[in-house]
């Protein structure tokens, strides 16, 4: 451990200065990692004096679950510009990558906490993190409905044969394709005719198994079947991403399937 400035006990490597020649290394890629703050700050300014003190022990009460880099305006102009850092202290905070919040000015302590509460991961994401069962179940008792926990635990019953549990635990969650794609599929997978389709997408042949299930829409009467056909390709759909090539061609033969 080592003392910041006005003697706040800091855990070595989570309160440190970034310069121009250190931000992408040490701020950008290490937010990949956990989230980084970035305080922009300078020798000559009263309020950043005020608030870099609350920021550092902030941090620091989080055991290093956030880091914190000090940026010198004066020093790193380069930073400082691509930030388009006008008035200090500026604060930021990176996650994977990307500036997600940021304020400006002094703030008291209570706002500060609230700031780095939104971007510290919560239990439930840490357990989600980890992928195991008991992780899984401890993070959905935690937050009922996390598509992220219900989604990979509920594929892991199904594995188990425990069909019924894991419709259970998918009807919980609202608003995910995933989630809905998987219960439609399990609603459909004792259909004989539709094996070879869910076969073909388990062994990675994701557009003969969504060209399967598409082709069997315009044939099926049943509306409630017709919608489980259609929840099941938006789930693969919603998996590969929109730019993919097949879910690009797949989105237009789903649309001339339903109408």
């Known amino acids: 451990?080592?003392?910041?400035?006005?003697?706040?006990?800091?855990?070595d490597g989570v309160i440190f200065d970034a310069t121009d020649a250190t931000f992408q290394a040490d701020v950008v890629e290490r937010s990949r990692e956990l989230p980084v703050v970035v305080d922009f700050w300078a020798a000559w300014c009263g309020p950043c004096?005020?608030?870099t003190p609350i920021l550092e022990k902030a941090v620091t009460k989080r055991d290093g679950k956030v880091a914190l880099a000090k940026v010198d305006t004066d020093a790193n102009p380069r930073v400082s510009a691509d930030h388009r850092i006008q008035s200090i202290p500026s604060v930021k905070a990176y996650r994977d990558g990307n500036v997600v919040a940021e304020f400006m000015g002094a703030q008291p302590g209570p706002q500060v906490e609230r700031f780095l509460d939104a971007l510290v991961p919560s239990e439930a994401e840490e357990l989600v993190k980890s992928g195991g069962e008991a992780d899984l179940r401890r993070a959905l008792e935690l937050e009922p409905g996390r598509a992220d926990a219900a989604?990979?635990?509920a594929r892991l019953l199904a594995a188990r044969g425990e069909r019924e549990e894991a419709l259970e635990l998918l009807s919980n969650v609202t608003g995910s394709f995933a989630a809905d794609g998987l219960a439609a599929r399990l609603r459909l997978e004792g259909e004989p005719e539709l094996a070879d389709a869910f076969s073909a997408l388990d062994q990675g042949e994701v557009e003969r198994g969504l060209?399967?299930?598409?082709?069997?829409?315009?044939?099926?009467?049943?509306?409630?079947?017709?919608?489980?056909?259609?929840r099941s390709v938006v789930g693969v759909l919603d998996e590969l991403g929109v730019e993919h090539p097949v879910a690009r061609e797949s989105r237009r033969k789903l649309a001339a399937a339903l109408y």
Do not use: F
Not at 1 to 11: E, F, K, P, T
Not at 211 to 230: H, K, M, V, Y
């Open 211 to 230: 060209e399967s299930l598409i082709g069997a829409i315009p044939s099926t009467q049943d509306p409630d079947r017709r919608d489980d056909l259609r």
């Open 49 to 51: 004096r005020q608030l």
């Open 151 to 153: 989604v990979p635990l």
């Open 1 to 11: 451990r080592s003392l910041a400035a006005g003697g706040v006990d800091i855990l």
